[in-house]
């Protein structure tokens, strides 16, 4: 293991998350391999309703110097929603910082990658994951591969020409079919991106979306188990807090597709009593006692597994 796990200290206290991800839509207009997006769901797909929005960025607002991370997205394309503009705008004028979109870039125009730039976000993320078509959209299907890098390349030297702040991310997921790739891949995008606007370049491995789409077993292969990972408590519960958009409060990143483990919803409550609800805390206690692996999603998760293998 490359990574060193976050060390993770609690009793019981009352806890604000440095990382919020806000699913202002849910769907997607790719249907990549490794997604669970196109599995049945009991979630309807559609856009968070306005009012909702509002109430959780108002809601968190006392909290915003404390949240390091606002991500508009979770599972889906934040690009299909027609208000994403408009919102991150508002959470903006609300004082937050460190906001971040993640896309596959597939709908990126050149008028909307204007209006990305001047919202003023912190961060652009670009899921790519060939150094060709046939890989990537082999990976990513419904998106078209020249029309990925084109409308990337395109924003980048937009931010560079204008002097935008906003950092660009390209990450690509490593699994069999395009492993091979990575070296041509980082030697393409390191020429794009510009280290000292903090642009970076990631290579995480693929994950099982916490036993959805494969085991650990198949993932990792019995002999790279390991127990320091097994035992630990998971960061992700402890710091990070999504909410779908429905106003749902899943467990964690792993619980998008059905919310199996919904520990609240914000809809008429406060977020951070959400985050702290007895239900929350209870699986937190799970963890940090050292038995996590009793909930089924936290058994078969390798999230942190990737983390560790992380490259950038």
């Known amino acids: 293991m490359n990574g060193t ?9 009352v806890l604000i ?14 249907h990549c391999t490794m997604c669970i997006i196109d599995q049945p769901s009991k979630r309807r797909k ?18 915003r110097t404390q949240i390091q991370k606002l991500d508009l997205f979770a599972l889906g394309e934040p690009l299909l929603d027609p208000d994403i503009m408009a919102r991150i705008r508002y959470a903006k004028q609300q004082g937050f910082t460190g906001m ?35 890989t990537h959209e082999g990976i990513r299907r419904g998106v078209c591969f020249e029309r990925v890098v084109a409308n990337a390349e395109r924003i980048i030297a937009m931010r ?4 935008f702040p906003t950092r660009f991310v390209v990450r690509f997921i490593r699994q069999e079919c395009n492993r091979d790739q990575w070296q ?50 998971c960061h992700h519960i402890f710091n990070q807090m999504i909410i779908l958009a429905d106003g749902t409060v899943p467990l964690c990143c792993e619980d998008f597709l059905n919310a199996d483990i919904a520990v609240g919803n914000v809809s008429e409550t406060d977020p951070i009593a959400v985050f702290n609800s007895p239900r929350m805390q209870h699986l937190r206690k799970m963890h940090v006692n050292g038995v996590k692996s009793t909930i089924p999603m936290c058994g078969q998760c390798t999230v942190l597994y990737s983390e560790a293998e992380r490259q950038g």
């Open 184 to 233: 041509p891949f980082e030697q393409y995008w390191n020429a794009r991106l510009s280290a000292d606007r903090n642009d970076l370049l990631l290579s995480y491995n693929i994950h099982t979306w916490g036993g959805a789409v494969d085991s650990k077993e198949n993932v990792l292969g019995v002999s790279q188990r390991d127990e320091t990972i097994e035992k630990s408590p």
């Open 46 to 63: 559609g856009v968070m309703k306005e009012p909702l929005f509002r109430h959780i960025i108002d809601s968190l607002k006392p909290h």
């Open 100 to 134: 971040a979109i993640s896309t596959n870039a597939d709908l990126l125009t050149e008028h909307m990658a204007k209006e990305l730039l001047d919202t003023g976000i912190e961060t652009v993320i670009f899921s790519i994951d060939g150094i060709d078509a046939p």
């Open 5 to 13: 796990l976050p060390k993770i200290e609690w009793n019981d206290e």
């Open 17 to 30: 998350p440095s990382h919020v991800n806000i699913e202002t839509l849910f769907g997607c207009n790719a």
């Open 160 to 163: 560079d020409q204008g002097n």
